[in-house]
């Protein structure tokens, strides 16, 4: 190929084009045209460096006719169709677009049920105190009903001066038998529990058989008139119970007293009561004063004076460890 059959070749281009545009093509635009002319001048020029000899122009056509059609080629367009687009017309929308303006916009609406990291602890923190108060209220509440079955089983002395011994009434469930809660206090001094069956006519006070000593603090005595299993023989016995041990002291009844306590007589009692009894130290508590009314004269009131009979009963007495019985 010749360099005057090469400068033809532009004009051999136009002829195609038109004759591509008279086919039905009329509708490319000037951009694409010279690009398909820059194309085809590309292609020619490698034809020429191989040195092939074939017609220019039948090469351009069947380039031209090779090449694919634009997507937009059938499409019509309006006058601005060949303006490029707006740089930022492809741009994201600024996330703030959507947002209200204005001074009086609408607030985005709290839920009424978040609460912060500090509200959420306050609120586990009270619960778990009000479920630990009703838990220890129940649990007091039952422990009260323990200790109040408990005293009335075992008696219960209320509060009292320092120095003083006081007495309470205990209940007892077996005939016969009789129960006191004593207190005394701890140091020097000494008591002890006189007991007897017997208050002499025209006598003062009851004939001890005997006394059992009480340890300092609190103490159970327990009178009791029964029949010993080991000798058969009727016998009133005192046995003080305490943290320190059990004592125990036991006479032989006379046979009199024996048959008025197994009969069924009237019982006046005028010892300590339920309620609890204090006294000073110096002085001394009846504990028990069960007198069995036999007789003619059982009946006879005789007020601050000493009966005029033997009176059969259950006596006993807390006492200072001073002196004979």
Known sequence: MTKADTSQIPSIADDSLN?????GNADL???ETAASADGITMFASTLTAQGDQEPCEEAKVETHAAMPRSPHAAMPRSPHAAMPRRP????PRRPHAAMPRGPHAAMPRRSRWRFSLREYMGLVTIVILATGLVFSIRRLRHLEVEVAKMRSETGYLQETAPGQIAAARAPSDQPLTYRVRVRVPE????FRVAYSSLWPSRAAGPQWYGAVPMPGGESIVTIRVLEDPRDKKWKIASLVSSVEGNQRMATVLPPKHVTVFRGSHDVLSTGVGRETQAVQQTGSIRLLDERWLVGEGALLLYGDRPPTT???GIYAELQPDVGPL
Do not use: F
Not at 19 to 23: A, D, G, N
Not at 88 to 91: E, K, N, R, S
Not at 187 to 190: I, L, Q, R, T, V
């Open 29 to 31: 635009t000037k951009s």
């Open 310 to 312: 033997d009176q059969i």
């Open 187 to 190: 140091g020097a001094s000494k």
């Open 88 to 91: 930022h017309a492809a741009m």
């Open 19 to 23: 004759r591509s545009s008279e086919s």
